[in-house]
């Protein structure tokens, strides 16, 4: 079972990257090709009854596994990126964090009107930046098909802040 052995390699770092914060640092996948290939199938899997035409992945760490779930499934990849990054027509939206705000954009011609497109990241916290991205989505005029983290920590309500979409969410693990 995929989720035994993620969590059996997912570390917990206490305070990082501040004091309070328990970090589920998952660098240890990337060291296993075959753990990663089982995480990317079993999204599949999850995601198989869904149509999809396109993964977008959140900076930085949902580009890793999200161009792989892409390549997998035969479709483009998404880059949702910090502000300032992308070089060409974007568009951008700003959203709220613990402290502070954060913005992300998004290359216009990426999508396609009426796109249907995964969303994708690591980790599942507050649930604030998978909102935004889905908001850059539909901003850009394609829709949302659904939501698909590696980790979910649940304790935190970005699963029940997501369902307002009225889209699948689906984590690999939950916490
Ligand atoms: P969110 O609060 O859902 O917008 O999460 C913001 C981003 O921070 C996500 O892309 C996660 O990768 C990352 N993140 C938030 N909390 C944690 C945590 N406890 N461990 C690892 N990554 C986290």
Same mark, same amino acid.
């Given at each position: 079972?995929?989720?035994?052995?993620?969590?059996?390699? $997912?570390?917990?770092?206490?305070?990082?990257?501040?004091?309070?914060?328990?970090?589920?640092?998952?660098?240890?996948?990337?060291?296993?090709?075959? $753990?990663?290939?089982?995480? %990317?199938?079993?999204?599949?899997?999850?995601?198989?009854?869904?149509?999809?035409?396109?993964?977008?992945? $959140?900076?930085?760490?949902?580009?890793?596994?999200?161009?792989?779930?892409?390549?997998?499934? @035969?479709?483009?990849?998404?880059?949702?990126?910090? =502000?300032?990054?992308?070089?060409?027509?974007?568009?951008?939206?700003?959203?709220?964090?613990?402290?502070?705000?954060?913005?992300?954009?998004?290359?216009?011609?990426?999508?396609?009107?009426?796109? @249907?497109?995964? $969303?994708?990241?690591? %980790?599942? =916290?507050?649930?604030?930046?998978?909102?935004?991205?889905?908001?850059?989505?539909?901003?850009?005029?394609?829709?949302?098909?659904?939501?698909?983290?590696?980790?979910?920590?649940?304790?935190?309500?970005?699963? @029940?802040?997501?369902?307002?979409?009225?889209?699948?969410?689906?984590?690999?693990?939950?916490?």
């Amino acid at each position: 079972m995929v989720s035994f052995k993620l969590s059996s390699i $997912i570390r917990d770092v206490p305070d990082f990257p501040k004091p309070g914060i328990l970090f589920k640092d998952i660098t240890p996948l990337y060291s296993n090709p075959a $753990i990663l290939e089982e995480c %990317v199938e079993e999204i599949r899997s999850q995601f198989k009854h869904v149509k999809l035409d396109a993964v977008a992945g $959140i900076e930085a760490r949902g580009f890793l596994t999200g161009i792989l779930l892409a390549r997998a499934l @035969q479709l483009p990849f998404i880059p949702i990126r910090k =502000a300032g990054k992308l070089p060409g027509e974007k568009i951008s939206t700003t959203y709220d964090l613990e402290y502070g705000t954060a913005t992300i954009e998004m290359h216009v011609d990426c999508t396609s009107p009426g796109m @249907q497109v995964l $969303i994708h990241d690591d %980790v599942l =916290a507050t649930g604030g930046s998978a909102t935004a991205a889905a908001h850059l989505i539909k901003q850009n005029g394609a829709q949302v098909a659904g939501f698909s983290f590696l980790v979910s920590l649940s304790f935190l309500g970005g699963d @029940q802040k997501l369902q307002s979409f009225g889209k699948p969410v689906h984590s690999l693990i939950s916490f």
